[in-house]
């Protein structure tokens, strides 16, 4: 199982706004934990954004793992 993706550029997550986002860019202002959007926020709205953000991730997963449970990925129909 080879991995065609560069080690290179690997696309990074936002810690904002959870955008995926290739780093480093030339000419990009983004930093390694923010995408170039987030990037300009202020320090203090970023706090704020990257909290949502945790909350959002938290409750996506919480709902695969109850649609994971709902809904086995293998029932053989016959
Ligand atoms: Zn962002």
């Known amino acids: 199982m080879a991995t065609p993706t560069a080690s290179a550029h690997r696309p990074r997550t936002c810690r904002g706004c959870g955008r995926k986002f290739e780093y480093p860019v030339k000419g990009s202002p983004a930093s390694r934990h923010h995408c170039e959007d987030c990037v300009g926020v202020p320090p203090e709205t970023r706090?704020?954004?990257?909290?949502?953000?945790?909350?959002?991730?938290?409750?996506?997963?919480?709902?695969?793992?109850?649609?994971?449970?709902?809904?086995?990925?293998?029932?053989?129909?016959?």
């Open 47 to 78: 706090k704020v954004l990257e909290r949502l953000n945790q909350r959002v991730t938290q409750l996506e997963r919480q709902l695969e793992s109850q649609r994971r449970q709902q809904a086995p990925p293998t029932t053989p129909a016959a």
